[in-house]
């Protein structure tokens, strides 16, 4: 986060400390959004300080003083472009992206409020969590989006509807989609798992 404030400093001209209380406070939220979109970690960061440097530029255009879902929607255009761009550039995918359960780089927005509990509790919940993560990130964009928007960043529909252009209806038709995708996985992934028990 250091590194999109000093980048910032560089900028001049602008009002640059309304925007670093404006916008600069979501950049944990515009993280969450590019990781689980692109799923690595170096071109989430990439894609954040892009998007940051362009909401600098356009910080003029910001109505009101709500800016989280403004950025939110600069980071998910840069980060369409990316996977467009990947897609385009390459047809080859990683093994260690495919195979390797990558998990949440920053998995502490997912974590839950810790209490007491017991060792088995939280080895429960830590496994959980981590099949959680990995069946987000095999969602497709246009869901893994909704449902970080929805459920990790608690924006409103219609929040929603204007980071991702399109009418509120499919939005929650989208999360819909999301959250049946994600417990159908989940189910697959728990029975997989208690067939391979005792």
Known sequence: ???????MADLAGG????FEQLVLVHLPAAYNLAYLLL??????EDAVQDASIRAYR?????????????L?????????RRLQDRKRGRNVISLDEALLPGGLARGDELAMASTERSPEQAAVLASDRTLLAAAIERLPPVFREVIVLR?????SYREIADVTGVPIGTVMSRLSRAREELRADMMRVTKEDSGNGL
């Open 39 to 44: 799923r690595a970690t170096s071109e989430a």
């Open 72 to 80: 939110l929607a600069i980071v998910r255009n840069v980060c369409y």
């Open 151 to 155: 459920e990790i960043e608690e924006l």
């Open 58 to 70: 356009a910080f003029d255009q910001l109505r009101g003083e709500s800016a989280k879902p403004w």
């Open 15 to 18: 009002d640059r400390a309304r």
């Open 1 to 7: 986060m250091r590194k999109y404030k000093t980048q």
